[in-house]
């Protein structure tokens, strides 16, 4: 079955970029997407990339695609300390309707 | 704010009782979506439903069911309740039924004691 894969934690200062990783296994996956959640909240919907693209940009998040290698990034520029959640990559595959999600990266963003 | 409704907010409940989450999409979204978030599993899929229709089933146990009724909210049955069934169980939804963006609820954070 599908297998995503995060790192679990990251620790920034604030000003610096960050850069979030992720690795999947599905090669018949149409979208991955960014999703952020805040202590005691829901998932927000950060960013999501469709396959065929390389590389989406919005505002101060860059998403870079890596089929070959089914690695998946989230750089963060000028992270900020509100920046500070969990971040979760997850893929939908082209035969499915349901999302496979990874088990999230601790952003932690010191003043 | 995503649009998703969910209630409760919180419920704290006993081994062995029945409880029921009650999640309203988005306007204009047909397809609704149950996930189940704990520490040790991360966030699980459990059921999608679309127009009424259950569409997709993941990892859900037979003692919970789901539906969707026709003015398009959702709600999740947990029965027969146990320790290991504490969890935030969000709902999310999408437009169609192809599993594109899905937009979340805050959740329910279910207490067994």
């Known amino acids: 079955g599908e297998d995503v894969e995060q790192s679990l934690f990251l620790s920034v200062r604030e000003g610096d970029s960050s850069v979030i990783n992720c690795t999947y296994t599905?090669?018949?996956?149409?979208?991955l997407y960014w999703y952020k959640q805040e202590p005691g909240a829901g998932l927000q919907l950060l960013t999501y990339?469709?396959?065929?693209?390389d590389m989406k940009q919005d505002q101060r998040l860059t998403v870079l695609l890596n089929k070959k290698d089914k690695h998946l990034s989230l750089r963060i520029a000028d992270t900020q300390t509100g920046d500070s959640a969990i971040y979760f990559c997850?893929?939908?595959?082209?035969?499915?309707?349901?999302?496979?999600f990874g088990k999230g990266t601790m952003l932690l963003v010191s003043p | 704010d995503s649009g998703v409704t969910q209630t409760p907010k919180h419920l704290i409940t006993a081994t062995g009782q029945r409880v029921t989450l009650r999640c309203s999409p988005r306007?204009?979204?047909?397809?609704v979506y149950w996930y189940q978030q704990s520490l040790d599993q991360g966030l699980q899929f459990l059921i999608q439903?679309?127009?009424?229709?259950?569409?997709a089933k993941g990892n859900i146990l037979e003692r919970f069911s789901a539906q969707q009724f026709p003015d398009l909210h959702s709600e999740l049955n947990l029965s027969s309740l146990e320790l290991g069934d504490s969890a935030l169980y969000f709902c999310?939804?999408?437009?169609?039924?192809?599993?594109?963006?899905?937009?979340f609820g805050p959740g329910t954070r279910l207490l067994v004691l």
């Open positions: 999310a939804s999408s437009v169609q039924g192809g599993g594109e963006t899905q937009y």
């Open positions: 439903y679309y127009n009424g229709e259950e569409r």
């Open positions: 306007s204009g979204d047909l397809s």
């Open positions: 997850a893929e939908k595959d082209s035969g499915y309707s349901t999302l496979t």
């Open positions: 599905d090669s018949s996956s149409t979208y």
């Open positions: 990339i469709f396959s065929n693209m």
